[in-house]
């Protein structure tokens, strides 16, 4: 388009923005203004995509990272033929398609959830090195940015990131519109602030007028020219660009325009201008063919082997069977054992080093491109990620993250590393699968079975050595559980898993030493539960003790209570869990100062069934 032309486009994006806006009552119609004129060139002159194909291997991909932006993005589909102007006016509806922030699970061209700021260019980083060093295709990743998410550490981690990997097919642009929701942001139209700062992470910068289309044109040439650097442009703008009652004025975010019609007009009224995309490249995509026989590692019962070494290895060798598989680890690769798979398969393996929010972010831009990634780093380190895990379930990524050295049981390192909550976080993760296993062997084929698995996954593993429980040739379902003991003269049952089904074991067996009998589970599944071995095991018994190597709250107990929350009685069910803040001190001593030791165990069963006598 020239220039006539695209000053053209660039009004109608606005106009739509606001007839969108408008017809929901609510919206973000003056972010979508500012950014208009920046939408319009790209769409029009330099983005390659196919919208009867998104999944074209040639396809360039565009985030919206300020997500709320998103009647913007909605005017452009309609510009580009991809929804029509009855679609547009649904804004917002029960049952639209076009929710106030865009999401893949409605739209097929939408790559990933925006909205919490600060993670479309993590996650186009993902995508971009997708492109790079898998994919080996060269399509382009852009990602239009807010100036208010440059406040956020994420963007600089993916900043400093895609530098280190000279990720030249990666284009951030910065609307700098200079208001954020309250009030001005901090740099307000200085562009050099951030300019400077993208500089200092390898990037190429480009500083130009947001509203001469000329000028971006030009830059997003010079941006598709550059070489070995990912390039940032960085665009003057104004909020509530073209409408004289609300250009550059503080006060308006989040709000339809106070009078849309006038606005309408002022802007020079109704547009039907159609643009033809232009379509990528012919291009094949190169994954490996996922067939190829799945040799898992093999442990004797007995032998005692840390399920993070179970881990590594079971991962080299799905690494191994399926070439679809990637791994990313967060500079602990020689703890968490994803050197294993680093080891063998080098070229699927990213190091995103201490940058977690990145490690995630990653992950859901390769699982964008059909890649199966595994994420491993410290259990406790993955907290400060859980808004990418968030927002990787509201996108319906597949993603695996496994958190390693759990719970108290890690020893010596204090409180700093333990993993107390992370069952809890993933718990409450929407549409999530959580994994504990006790064994290397239930360890190696719950790494497999992740694989197959819907939404976020998680496994957790632990740092010492524990006896290997089950055969190399044991199913252990998603779902599922193990029953360890169990006799007609159970007086109560253990419900364990991980670390404290070892400790729940020894406790049985002092207990039987005393007459005490009792049922032992594994439930290694910790979401989704076993409702019906739990419920078995209440009727075999009447009462339940769950020990968990983790906070009280939200873990396994919950777990355990959630399979008696549908209206049946429920059984007396006692919790033993991590409920003061441990110290430094050896694993036997740490499972003993919280009261989840077979000493423990074996005292709180002894004192439920003498008072079930007493009753």
Known sequence: ??????????????????????????????????????????FANHLRYDFDRPAHPGNDRFILSKGHASPLLYAAYKAAGAINDTELMTFRRLGSRLEGHPTPRRLPWVETATGSLGQGLPVGVGIALSGKRLDRVGYRVW???GDSEMAEGSVWEAAEHAGYEHLDNLVAIVDVNRLGQRGPTR???????????????????????????????????????????????????LKGKGVASV????????????????????????????IEVRQPPAA??????????????????????ATRDAYGQALAALGTARGDVVALDGEVSDSTRAEFFAKEHPDRFFECYIAEQQLVAAAVGLAARGWVPYVSTFAAFLTRAHDFVRMASISGAGINLVGSHAGVAIGQDGPSQMGLEDLAMFRAVHGSTVLYPCDANQTAKLVAEMAGCEGVRYLRTSRGGMPVLYGPNEEFPVGGSKVLRVSPQDRLTVVAAGATVHE???????????GISVQVIDLYSVKPVDRRALREAAEHT????????????????????????????????????????????????????????????????KLLVENAIVR
């Open 1 to 42: 388009m020239n220039t006539r032309q695209l000053t053209e486009l660039g009004q109608q994006l606005r106009v739509d923005s606001v007839r969108a806006a408008a017809a929901a009552g609510s919206g973000h119609p003056t972010s979508s203004m500012s950014a208009a004129d920046l939408l319009a060139v790209l």
């Open 143 to 145: 990602v239009l940015c």
């Open 187 to 237: 740099h307000g139209h200085d562009l050099d602030a951030y300019a400077r700062r993208f500089r200092a992470f390898g990037w190429h910068t480009v500083e130009v007028d947001g509203h001469d289309v000329d000028a971006i044109d030009r830059a997003y040439g010079e941006a598709v020219s550059t070489v070995g650097q990912p390039t940032a442009i960085i665009a003057r703008t």
């Open 247 to 274: 250009q550059d004025r503080e006060g308006l975010h989040g709000k339809p325009l106070p009078d849309a019609d006038e606005a309408i007009e002022e802007l020079g009224g109704v547009r039907d201008l159609r």
């Open 284 to 305: 094949r995509m190169l994954h490996a063919v996922r067939a190829g026989h799945l040799e898992l590692p093999r442990y004797e019962t007995g032998d005692e082997v």
């Open 504 to 514: 729940a074991l020894k406790a049985a067996h002092a207990l039987a030493a005393d």
């Open 542 to 605: 009447g009462c339940l003790l769950t020990v968990e190597d983790h906070h009280e709250e939200g873990g396994l107990g919950d777990a355990v209570l959630d399979a008696f929350l549908d209206g049946r009685p429920t059984p007396r069910l006692v919790r033993l869990a991590v409920r003061t803040m441990p110290g430094s001190a050896s694993p036997e001593e740490q499972l003993h100062a919280a009261g989840i030791d077979a000493e423990s165990i074996a005292a709180a069963a």
